[in-house]
């Protein structure tokens, strides 16, 4: 018995110890298994439970909008949907009803819906980016047939309100919200902002639990810019690059306002250009003309080309041989190194001046004959030029115009500018130093130009062109403000001084086309070969200017890519335009005219309300005002008069006062177009018509280019007939 | 055998413990008291705990409606939001400079400000100086030399 107890014994004790390590194998096993899926396997075994139990939606950002520098909008985003379909949802029954019905309410084409829908996957785009009103129609007619298969996805849609304004500069937005051109792509990450995302747990269902877990990471909108644009100086531009463009059927047209001070860029555009709204669409007719008869392959790459062509930004990316423009540089480096004092003669021979083996002729067939240097800007004597050029030799003359910054780029905030192609000074013997001395040879880009002549006008100093001056956060706050960048001092503000003088005589000078009574205007024409065309006919045609001429606020350079008209000459094509463009600009920007006596004399003067004045009152009130009169009828009271009173009249023009019921005496207005001002004032004044002269009057040799009352019509006599007048002389 | 007196072996034997008998009041179980209604208070408390689940279950029924209906209503407004910049962006380009200009000119008649709607008024009538005329009585030109020797100017 005792031996028994003995064994019980020992096998419990037995028992224990097995059961103690069955039970710790156990636990080691699970503890492995625990190590192993907790940090073997552990991040691996955490996401896919996070990805089975969490769902995520991503939150669109709202793209920044885009300013002009007075607040409007140029640019900006809303809402829009794009209508979707799961195809596979569709019964076979429904198909072809849902694709009819659905192709009309989109006005889509009927099979290639009916196409989508036939599709084996559960998503499949019908139209991209409708509108709100297009979205709730959808809505209700979805719901009005069952019709479940269809989504409305929220995206957004870019709107650019003035349409083809300020194009190459604001550009354009793809499919996918992102900038491909211009300050959309420029500052494309700032526009775009940082998408948001919503984590919330999801049932076994897949539906959303938020109170179980849910985090949100706002979405942050995007920057929006201020521009350096002035909306109304760039209406004023293109009103007359498209003027310019039609008229000298040119290639194309271009033009730039700067403020000269700080750099600023107050308007910029390129005719011809595109609509935003709709950049993949040709606008220029003769861009369009192009691809007519055009199929196939050739057709999508001329269309290509033609699209490329409207998109780029030429005052930034094209080359050009600026011509006489350059000498405002060339005539800076001459006056700071004193090679030359401005009242030092020089003698322009027809024969020209001969430098190495290589004679160069001034664009004045007979020459200008003894000229000084301060006159010479005027001439635009080439000649006198390629003097100054010698005089600084090669090595100054290539500092200077890397002072000026034509060899670099300005590093304008837009993509695509073009570095210049400039001779080095290794690289000039004498003869290409008198080339480029006067404006040829070297090819520079318009914006290059534009800058290095505002440094030779404000003071001397280079400063960096930019298009955006603040960047604001999606509450309006400032983020960031860009301050003007002076690059560097060129020359001194006594030199600086004297250009303006010159530039100014330059202007007042008979034949400019670009004086404006009551403004001091600085200017320069400029007009050079495009060497390197298949056309050797082929020229750009270009002005520069600036206002006022004693304290620079505006500069502004247009020209003319190829003209097909009258001359080819920047003072007869662009300098009108220029013209055009300040007489609206100057006002706009505070500038007033201030008229010397001689030009007040030309000025025209409201006609006084006569109607019911005695003859003696009507007398005293004509003299008082300087008119000449011619009385018809008898009388002693003032039945009408011709022009009625309110109207204009030139200064001492002939008011025609009717003292009776008398028939009103007409005449035939004639032809005044071609005619020179003597001529016009002769033809007019000898049918009793008053003329009022505009334009560049002044030049004996200018014509009239347009009459504001066509010939042949039948007017009063007194009638006052508007006629603009040109110089045609070939300044170049 | 004779008792060992030497030796008290009594002592070496085990003495049986007394028993001593103690009598302990015990105590009487209380008896359980008799529970009056007993079936309603479980009824009660039941009802009570359904009664409060119910209303926890509705408040979060109506707290996902109201949530549903915030991010509903957020949604209209947002996109209503959109489509008035929309249709601010649809009016601007209405009303641009360009599209004035048309409008006025072709249809309404109106033509740009003319100089000669202005008068243009001359202010300055050019400098003029006035000089005292010199008082040459004796007096007049005692004080003169007096202010000169002392070099003052005059008055």
Same mark, same amino acid.
């Given at each position: 018995?005792?031996?028994?107890?003995?064994?019980?014994?020992?096998?419990?004790?037995?028992?224990?110890?097995?059961?103690?390590?069955?039970?710790?194998?156990?636990?080691?096993?699970?503890?492995?298994?625990?190590?192993?899926?907790?940090?073997?396997?552990?991040?691996?075994?955490?996401?896919?439970?996070?990805?089975?139990?969490?769902?995520?939606?991503?939150?669109?950002?709202?793209?920044?909008? =885009?300013?002009?520098?007075?607040?409007?909008?140029?640019?900006?985003?809303?809402?829009?949907?794009?209508?979707?379909?799961?195809?596979?949802?569709?019964?076979?029954?429904?198909?072809?009803?849902?694709?009819?019905?659905?192709?009309?309410?989109?006005?889509?084409?009927?099979?290639?819906?009916?196409?989508?829908?036939?599709?084996?996957?559960?998503?499949?785009?019908?139209?991209?980016?409708?509108?709100?009103?297009?979205?709730?129609?959808?809505?209700?007619?979805?719901?009005?047939?069952?019709?479940?298969?269809?989504?409305?996805?929220?995206?957004?849609?870019?709107?650019?309100?003035?349409?083809?304004?300020?194009?190459?500069?604001?550009?354009?937005?793809?499919?996918?919200?992102?900038?491909?051109?211009?300050?959309?792509?420029?500052?494309?990450?700032?526009?775009?902002?940082?998408?948001?995302?919503?984590?919330?747990?999801?049932?076994?269902?897949?539906?959303?639990?938020?109170?179980?877990?849910?985090?949100?990471?706002?979405?942050?909108?995007?920057?929006?810019?201020?521009?350096?644009?002035?909306?109304?100086?760039?209406?004023?531009?293109?009103?007359?690059?498209?003027?310019?463009?039609?008229?000298?059927?040119?290639?194309?047209?271009?033009?730039?306002?700067?403020?000269?001070?700080?750099?600023? =860029?107050?308007?910029?555009?390129?005719?011809?250009?595109?609509?935003?709204?709709?950049?993949?669409?040709?606008?220029?007719?003769?861009?369009?003309?192009?691809?007519?008869?055009?199929?196939?392959?050739?057709?999508?790459?001329?269309?290509?080309?033609?699209?490329?062509?409207?998109?780029?930004?030429?005052?930034?990316?094209?080359?050009?041989?600026?011509?006489?423009?350059?000498?405002?540089?060339?005539?800076?480096?001459?006056?700071?190194?004193?090679?030359?004092?401005?009242?030092?003669?020089?003698?322009?021979?027809?024969?020209?001046?001969?430098?190495?083996?290589?004679?160069?002729?001034?664009?004045?067939?007979?020459?200008?004959?003894?000229?000084?240097?301060?006159?010479?800007?005027?001439?635009?004597?080439?000649?006198?030029?390629?003097?100054?050029?010698?005089?600084?030799?090669?090595?100054?003359?290539?500092?200077?115009?890397?002072?000026?910054?034509?060899?670099?780029?300005?590093?304008?905030?837009?993509?695509?500018?073009?570095?210049?192609?400039?001779?080095?000074?290794?690289?000039?013997?004498?003869?290409?130093?008198?080339?480029?001395?006067?404006?040829?040879?070297?090819?520079?880009?318009?914006?290059?130009?534009?800058?290095?002549?505002?440094?030779?006008?404000?003071?001397?100093?280079?400063?960096?062109?930019?298009?955006?001056?603040?960047?604001?956060?999606?509450?309006?706050?400032?983020?960031?403000? =860009?301050?003007?960048?002076?690059?560097?001092?060129?020359?001194?503000?006594?030199?600086?001084?004297?250009?303006?003088?010159?530039?100014?005589?330059?202007?007042?000078?008979?034949?400019?086309?670009?004086?404006?009574?009551?403004?001091?205007?600085?200017?320069?024409?400029?007009?050079?070969?495009?060497?390197?065309?298949?056309?050797?006919?082929?020229?750009?045609?270009?002005?520069?200017?600036?206002?006022?001429?004693?304290?620079?606020?505006?500069?502004?350079?247009?020209?003319?890519?190829?003209?097909?008209?009258?001359?080819?000459?920047?003072?007869?094509?662009?300098?009108?335009?220029?013209?055009?463009?300040?007489?609206?600009?100057?006002?706009?920007?505070?500038?007033?005219?201030?008229?010397?006596?001689?030009?007040?004399?030309?000025?025209?003067?409201?006609?006084?309300?006569?109607?019911?004045?005695?003859?003696?009152?009507?007398?005293?009130?004509?003299?008082?005002?300087?008119?000449?009169?011619?009385?018809?009828?008898?009388?002693?009271?003032?039945?009408?008069?011709?022009?009625?009173?309110?109207?204009?009249?030139?200064?001492?023009?002939?008011?025609?006062?009717?003292?009776?019921?008398?028939?009103?005496?007409?005449?035939?207005?004639?032809?005044?177009?071609?005619?020179?001002?003597?001529?016009?004032?002769?033809?007019?004044?000898?049918?009793?018509?008053?003329?009022?002269?505009?334009?560049?009057?002044?030049?004996?040799?200018?014509?009239?280019?347009?009459?504001?009352?066509?010939?042949?019509?039948?007017?009063?006599?007194?009638?006052?007939?508007?006629?603009?007048?040109?110089?045609?002389?070939?300044?170049? | 055998?004779?008792?060992?007196?030497?030796?008290?072996?009594?002592?070496?034997?085990?003495?049986?413990?007394?028993?001593?008998?103690?009598?302990?009041?015990?105590?009487?179980?209380?008896?359980?008291?008799?529970?009056?209604?007993?079936?309603?208070?479980?009824?009660?408390?039941?009802?009570?705990?359904?009664?409060?689940?119910?209303?926890?279950?509705?408040?979060?029924?109506?707290?996902?409606?109201?949530?549903?209906?915030?991010?509903?209503?957020?949604?209209?407004?947002?996109?209503?939001?959109?489509?008035?910049?929309?249709?601010?962006?649809?009016?601007?380009?209405?009303?641009?400079?360009?599209?004035?200009?048309?409008?006025?000119?072709?249809?309404?008649?109106?033509?740009?400000?003319?100089?000669?709607?202005?008068?243009?008024?001359?202010?300055?009538?050019?400098?003029?100086?006035?000089?005292?005329?010199?008082?040459?009585?004796?007096?007049?030109?005692?004080?003169?030399?007096?202010?000169?020797?002392?070099?003052?100017?005059?008055?």
């Amino acid at each position: 018995m005792a031996d028994t107890r003995k064994l019980s014994l020992k096998m419990k004790k037995r028992m224990r110890v097995v059961g103690v390590l069955l039970i710790l194998l156990g636990f080691v096993t699970m503890g492995v298994r625990l190590f192993y899926l907790q940090v073997i396997d552990g991040d691996e075994l955490q996401q896919k439970a996070v990805n089975q139990q969490l769902r995520d939606i991503s939150i669109a950002p709202g793209r920044g909008s =885009i300013y002009d520098r007075n607040g409007n909008i140029l640019a900006a985003s809303a809402t829009v949907w794009t209508v979707t379909i799961s195809p596979k949802d569709i019964k076979e029954s429904q198909k072809e009803e849902a694709a009819q019905k659905l192709s009309e309410l989109l006005e889509l084409d009927y099979e290639t819906v009916l196409a989508k829908m036939q599709k084996n996957n559960y998503y499949e785009v019908l139209k991209r980016k409708i509108e709100y009103d297009e979205s709730e129609k959808v809505k209700a007619f979805c719901q009005e047939n069952g019709y479940s298969f269809v989504s409305l996805i929220e995206d957004s849609k870019r709107y650019y309100p003035y349409g083809n304004f300020a194009s190459a500069v604001i550009g354009f937005t793809g499919v996918d919200n992102q900038g491909l051109s211009g300050l959309e792509a420029y500052y494309d990450d700032l526009l775009t902002g940082t998408s948001g995302l919503v984590v919330s747990a999801k049932n076994g269902w897949g539906q959303d639990m938020p109170f179980q877990y849910e985090k949100l990471y706002s979405a942050t909108d995007g920057y929006s810019l201020v521009t350096t644009l002035d909306e109304t100086l760039q209406h004023y531009l293109e009103k007359q690059l498209e003027a310019a463009l039609t008229e000298h059927n040119a290639k194309a047209v271009s033009g730039i306002v700067m403020n000269p001070k700080t750099g600023e =860029i107050l308007a910029m555009a390129s005719k011809s250009d595109f609509d935003p709204n709709d950049p993949y669409t040709i606008l220029d007719e003769r861009l369009k003309a192009s691809l007519e008869g055009l199929e196939g392959e050739e057709y999508t790459t001329a269309l290509s080309n033609a699209q490329q062509y409207q998109w780029r930004n030429k005052i930034i990316s094209d080359l050009y041989e600026p011509g006489s423009v350059f000498k405002v540089v060339t005539a800076a480096a001459a006056l700071e190194e004193k090679v030359v004092t401005t009242d030092e003669q020089f003698y322009c021979s027809p024969a020209g001046v001969t430098i190495a083996d290589h004679t160069f002729h001034c664009w004045k067939a007979g020459g200008h004959g003894s000229l000084n240097f301060f006159e010479s800007m005027t001439a635009s004597c080439n000649p006198v030029y390629v003097e100054m050029g010698q005089r600084l030799g090669a090595e100054r003359f290539y500092s200077y115009v890397q002072a000026f910054g034509l060899t670099e780029k300005t590093g304008i905030d837009l993509y695509g500018e073009t570095n210049s192609i400039v001779y080095r000074a290794q690289q000039m013997g004498p003869v290409e130093l008198g080339s480029c001395a006067f404006g040829q040879s070297n090819k520079i880009t318009p914006l290059q130009m534009l800058t290095a002549n505002c440094a030779a006008i404000n003071g001397g100093k280079l400063m960096k062109p930019h298009l955006v001056s603040k960047i604001l956060d999606s509450d309006g706050n400032v983020y960031k403000t =860009i301050e003007p960048t002076e690059v560097r001092t060129v020359i001194s503000a006594e030199t600086s001084q004297i250009l303006c003088d010159m530039l100014e005589a330059d202007v007042a000078a008979p034949g400019s086309n670009c004086y404006i009574a009551g403004y001091r205007i600085g200017g320069k024409s400029g007009t050079s070969e495009k060497l390197d065309s298949d056309d050797p006919d082929a020229r750009v045609a270009s002005f520069f200017a600036f206002a006022p001429a004693d304290d620079p606020q505006i500069a502004v350079l247009i020209f003319v890519d190829e003209p097909n008209s009258y001359s080819q000459y920047g003072a007869v094509l662009a300098a009108p335009a220029v013209r055009r463009f300040l007489e609206e600009a100057l006002p706009y920007i505070g500038v007033q005219p201030v008229y010397t006596e001689e030009e007040l004399a030309k000025t025209t003067i409201s006609v006084p309300n006569l109607v019911g004045s005695t003859l003696s009152q009507a007398k005293a009130t004509i003299n008082s005002k300087g008119l000449k009169v011619t009385y018809v009828g008898e009388g002693d009271t003032v039945v009408k008069t011709v022009p009625s009173g309110g109207n204009k009249i030139p200064q001492g023009g002939t008011l025609v006062v009717y003292l009776d019921d008398s028939e009103t005496k007409t005449v035939t207005m004639p032809k005044l177009t071609g005619l020179t001002p003597s001529q016009a004032s002769a033809t007019a004044g000898a049918l009793g018509i008053n003329i009022h002269m505009t334009g560049d009057s002044t030049t004996k040799t200018a014509t009239a280019v347009s009459q504001s009352i066509a010939e042949g019509t039948t007017v009063s006599v007194g009638t006052v007939v508007d006629v603009a007048f040109q110089a045609n002389v070939a300044r170049e | 055998m004779a008792q060992n007196t030497a030796y008290d072996l009594s002592l070496f034997e085990k003495k049986k413990k007394e028993q001593v008998i103690r009598l302990e009041p015990k105590k009487a179980p209380r008896p359980k008291p008799q529970r009056r209604f007993g079936a309603v208070r479980v009824m009660a408390v039941a009802v009570l705990v359904v009664g409060v689940l119910s209303l926890a279950l509705f408040s979060r029924a109506q707290l996902t409606e109201l949530s549903a209906a915030i991010t509903t209503a957020e949604e209209e407004y947002n996109a209503a939001q959109s489509e008035a910049q929309r249709l601010q962006l649809q009016m601007d380009a209405g009303v641009t400079l360009k599209k004035v200009e048309e409008v006025a000119a072709a249809k309404l008649g109106l033509v740009k400000q003319g100089d000669y709607q202005v008068n243009y008024v001359t202010l300055t009538t050019g400098n003029a100086v006035e000089v005292t005329e010199e008082d040459n009585s004796i007096l007049g030109q005692v004080v003169r030399f007096f202010t000169g020797l002392f070099g003052g100017k005059e008055s």
